[in-house]
């Protein structure tokens, strides 16, 4: 029968670093989900933490798939930003800021087409 290791606090805290949304980050991505919720694009929304990641993910429907998936990592821990989107599982953009990545959903979804015929 082994002997138990001795577990260091400071140690096991240091690799289970949780990640959560700031106010700002928060204030940022209500804002633009607010908007597409008054448009009727989006309905629902979901925050999820695991260690070392908090995501925030916009649903069509609340019984579906998320459509994003707005992932923030350990800042400083992976080389290609902090934040991840991500759109029907794939990536969409990855970045160091938020604004940076919410500008990939930020502008409008719809495309608008006009039904008026052009007569000569």
Same mark, same amino acid.
């Given at each position: 029968?082994?002997? /138990?290791? %001795?577990?260091?606090? @400071?140690?096991?805290? *240091?690799?289970? &670093? /949780?990640? =959560? ?9 209500? @804002? ?11 309905? +629902?929304? *979901?925050? +999820?933490?695991?260690?070392? /990641?908090?995501? =925030? !993910?916009? =649903? ?8 994003? *998936?707005? %992932? ?9 930003? +902090?934040?991840?989107?991500?759109? /029907? ?6 970045? !160091?800021?938020?604004?940076? %990545?919410? !500008? ?11 039904? &008026? !015929?052009? &007569? @000569?």
């Amino acid at each position: 029968m082994g002997m /138990a290791g %001795v577990l260091r606090i @400071a140690e096991y805290r *240091a690799r289970r &670093r /949780a990640v =959560f949304f700031n106010r700002n980050e928060l204030n940022q991505l209500l @804002a633009i989900y607010s908007r597409r919720v008054a448009r009727g694009e989006w309905r +629902d929304y *979901a925050i +999820d933490h695991r260690t070392g /990641a908090a995501t =925030f !993910s916009i =649903f069509e429907r609340s019984s579906t798939r998320p459509l994003y *998936a707005l %992932v923030k990592f350990v800042p400083g821990t992976r080389s290609r930003g +902090d934040y991840l989107l991500l759109g /029907a599982g794939k990536r969409v953009v990855e970045g !160091s800021s938020l604004p940076e %990545v919410l !500008s990939a959903i930020r502008g409008p979804a719809l495309l608008l087409v006009s039904n &008026r !015929s052009h &007569r @000569a």
